[in-house]
């Protein structure tokens, strides 16, 4: 099983075997999933991602943070969560409008009005220099073109003392799980993604790119050379993820 250490073999890891940037094909699958991708997220995880997402939130609590960003916040799950920190604004950024167009009429649907979801490039934000007092992301690091590019961008945007709570796919190392985990992740979900999805390579290329990306200490180590002070690990479900919760230098 070869799996890649560092931030640059993730980056050449992508959806479709073209030769657009990494960023426009991560649109476009995202794209062509969003009407099923709550669906799948849930139903391949076991729902157990909500957990992931709750103990997230939880750490956040005693930061107390009134404006929070959500990176890369597809449909806005981890936005919808944050509310229970009582902010007074989050605003969510995805460079797929698919994702946020089902985003936005689940907003709708649930009467929620101090979330904001709007299109961007998570690694070049639209906002001033530390406007938010947190920033969030699921599953999304694994995605960016350039990872310390967007890290930067996330700790440019923090105010002074201001956290990050990033969620990530990670590689457990525990016997059986390791194993199941690998049988599961390379053989059983890409199948079922493909026929509910119909998108041939999406869920091919959420294994791949979980392979060769860096987690653990590497990441930690990425996380504080852009421009964060220090990085505490959350390991979940045995390794299976992992929450990055750091604090702006």
């Not at 969510?92 to 101090?114: A, T």
Request: aromatic share 10%; charged share 25%; glycine share 6%.
């Amino acid at each position: 099983m070869k799996e890649g250490l560092s931030a640059n073999s993730a980056a050449n890891i992508k959806p479709y075997n073209e030769q657009n940037a990494k960023k426009v094909q991560v649109a476009d699958m995202f794209n062509n999933i969003s009407h099923k991708y709550d669906f799948l997220n849930h139903f391949l995880s076991l729902g157990i991602d909500i957990l992931w997402r709750k103990k997230a939130v939880k750490l956040l609590r005693k930061y107390a943070p009134k404006k929070i960003l959500d990176i890369a916040t597809g449909t806005g799950d981890f936005a919808i969560a944050c509310l229970a920190l009582q902010p007074d604004k989050i605003i969510g950024v995805d460079i797929s409008e698919g994702m946020l167009e089902v985003g936005v009429s689940k907003l709708k649907q649930k009467g929620i009005s101090n979330i904001e979801l709007q299109q961007g490039d998570s690694e070049q934000l639209v906002f001033s220099d530390a406007s938010f007092d947190a920033v969030t992301v699921a599953f999304g690091v694994r995605n960016f073109e350039n990872l310390e590019k967007g890290l930067s961008e996330m700790s440019r945007v923090l105010k002074p003392h201001g956290v990050a709570a990033i969620l990530e796919f990670s590689k457990p190392s525990w016997f059986p799980l390791k194993q199941l985990y690998y049988f599961y992740f390379l053989k059983i979900l890409p199948t079922l993604g493909k026929i509910v999805s119909k998108d041939s390579r999406a869920y091919s290329y959420l294994p791949e790119s979980v392979l060769a990306f860096p987690d653990g200490n590497k990441m930690a180590e990425i996380i504080k050379s852009s421009g964060f002070k220090k990085v505490t690990l959350y390991k979940l479900s045995g390794g299976i993820a992992t929450i990055y919760f750091s604090e702006k230098t």
